[in-house]
């Protein structure tokens, strides 16, 4: 299983940036995905999540300005992100929980992580 990000980039303050994930491989379905984000000297933190149903969750620090939302038929997720500020600035990660195997089990996988930068 293998999950392509794109999307990211350098945006000005005030801006907006439009994130996506896709998911590639044998596996029987996706449950939870989401997308993380790293900045310089900190860890890693959820920025927001979706169920398979579309019950979403998010940070405090995002609620209001950013929308995740998926495609189930595309085994894709997006991230709208509007009104950034300096402090988005980070490597963002898309994560998902997949059921796969004979057993089917589930499993986590991480994409490789697009940089978003946010100008003042």
């Known amino acids: 299983v293998q999950l392509q990000a794109s999307g990211g980039g350098l945006v000005q303050a005030g801006g907006s940036l439009r994130l996506s994930c896709a998911a590639s491989?044998?596996?029987?379905?996706?449950?939870?995905m989401g997308w993380y984000r790293q900045a310089p000297g900190k860890q890693r933190e959820l920025v927001a999540a979706?169920?398979?149903?579309?019950?979403?969750n998010y940070a405090d620090s995002v609620k209001g300005r950013f929308t995740i939302s998926r495609d189930n038929a595309k085994n894709t997720v997006y991230l709208q992100m509007n009104s950034v500020k300096p402090e988005d600035t980070a490597v963002y990660y898309c994560?998902?929980?997949?059921?796969?195997?004979?057993?089917?089990?589930?499993?986590?996988?991480w994409g490789q992580g697009t940089q978003v930068t946010v100008s003042s």
């Open positions: 491989g044998s596996f029987y379905s996706i449950n939870d």
């Open positions: 994560n998902a929980e997949v059921l796969k195997g004979d057993y089917v089990l589930q499993y986590s996988y």
């Open positions: 979706i169920t398979s149903g579309g019950r979403t």
